[in-house]
């Protein structure tokens, strides 16, 4: 059955992953607690940023450090932030993008390389 005809549950995931120097974790998570605040203050539903912890695994498939052309010294962050659909959740990014918040950390200033972040917007499927 292609993808488009899986019936879709309610639910819409935005996922991020990308590489983080060691060294600037710390001002990562401090930028990461900042921007879950905003997703939550404008309706997210869920806001979860993860830090790698076992990225060597021997299963089959393309290894995360990978995806993001991870450098030695650097690790992989995982993120999801959950909304009600899509257009919820192209609402609550739009009054994100508008929060004065968000516009304290310019995108050369950001603790990872944005070039390298992996990002998609998905439907969900199959919630437990």
């Given at each position: 059955?292609p993808?488009?005809?899986?019936?879709?549950?309610r639910?819409?995931?935005?996922?991020?992953?990308?590489a983080v120097p060691?060294?600037?974790?710390?001002?990562?998570?401090?930028l990461?607690?900042?921007?879950?605040r905003?997703?939550?203050?404008?309706?997210?539903?869920d806001?979860v940023?993860?830090?790698?912890?076992?990225l060597g695994s021997?299963?089959?498939?393309?290894?995360f450090?990978?995806?993001v052309k991870a450098?030695p010294g650097e690790?992989?962050?995982?993120?999801?932030?959950?909304?009600?659909?899509?257009?919820?959740r192209?609402l609550?990014?739009?009054k994100v993008m508008?929060?004065p918040?968000?516009?304290?950390?310019?995108a050369?200033?950001?603790?990872f390389?944005?070039?390298?972040?992996?990002?998609?917007?998905?439907?969900v499927i199959v919630?437990?």
């Amino acid at each position: 059955m292609p993808a488009t005809d899986i019936p879709i549950m309610r639910g819409y995931v935005d996922g991020f992953v990308l590489a983080v120097p060691k060294k600037k974790i710390r001002a990562y998570k401090r930028l990461a607690e900042k921007a879950a605040r905003v997703w939550r203050k404008h309706g997210a539903l869920d806001y979860v940023e993860a830090v790698g912890n076992d990225l060597g695994s021997k299963w089959a498939g393309i290894k995360f450090p990978r995806t993001v052309k991870a450098k030695p010294g650097e690790t992989v962050i995982f993120s999801y932030i959950v909304f009600k659909d899509r257009k919820h959740r192209d609402l609550v990014n739009a009054k994100v993008m508008r929060d004065p918040l968000m516009k304290d950390a310019p995108a050369e200033q950001m603790p990872f390389d944005m070039k390298r972040m992996v990002y998609g917007g998905f439907k969900v499927i199959v919630e437990s």
